[in-house]
């Protein structure tokens, strides 16, 4: 069973920076797309950005030029990092990771962005 460990978020002022990060194991295959999404209660959960194993990228629109995705192929890590960050960001941060043809979760991680 493929295993995504998150780590990172927390509590940061508006306007700060934080980073997200999340390492994925136990996939057979080389892993495909991993991304970021983010919910909040009473919402669907959306996508925030992804990144494909040969590092294209796509972020939603609220998140352009505020957030960067990258990876690390060797370690199946990826990274979010955050930075101009908004109480509207506030929200449990999901990593995705797609290995073989299915996509796999994180148990999320809490990022407070207090006004």
């Known amino acids: 069973q493929v295993q995504l460990v998150e780590s990172g978020g927390g509590l940061v002022q508006a306007g700060g920076s934080l980073s997200v990060s999340c390492a994925a194991s136990?996939?057979?295959?080389?892993?495909?797309?991993m991304g970021w999404y983010r919910q909040v209660p009473g919402k669907q959960r959306e996508l925030v950005a992804r990144i494909t194993r040969g590092g294209s990228t796509n972020y939603a629109d609220s998140v352009k030029g505020r957030f960067t995705i990258s990876r690390d192929n060797a370690k199946n890590t990826v990274y979010l990092q955050m930075n101009s960050l908004k109480p509207e960001d506030a929200a449990r941060y999901y990593c995705?990771?797609?290995?073989?043809?299915?996509?796999?979760w994180g148990k999320g991680t809490l990022v407070t962005v207090s006004s």
């Open positions: 995705n990771a797609e290995c073989g043809a299915i996509n796999y």
């Open positions: 136990r996939c057979i295959f080389s892993i495909n797309t």
